[in-house]
């Protein structure tokens, strides 16, 4: 990999390793993300500095090229967020529907006793008005 390739890779990932934990600092990002963020950063790095690791995995999976390599476990790689994204979606729908129906509940209770209590003080007005 030519000197130039190699630094500005170096550089993306010590970027990246940086932003995820100033995201994580400030709150923006959960720790529970950043360690999948983290290691894809460390992932770019180790396979900047020993290529011959890419050039083997390469080799192995039967690629033309490195970078094919790159872009194959690139698009794994956002298949995978995109499937996990799904599924905490699809979890959250399901709370705030569950949600909806126990404040939809609660708001009918609380409407009963609004309507029991007043007509409870009706009552009470027509008895004291009579005696």
Known sequence: MPIRQQIFALIVGIAISIFIVEMVRRRKLREEYSWLWLITSLGIIILVIWYDLLVFITEMIGAALPTTTLFVFGLLFLLLIALHYSVKISSLTD?????????????????????????????????????
């Open 95 to 131: 709370q705030v529907r569950k949600l909806a129906q126990k404040i939809a509940i609660l708001q009918s209770e609380l409407d009963e006793r609004k309507a029991e209590s007043g007509e409870g003080r009706a009552e009470s007005r027509e008895g004291r008005a009579k005696s």
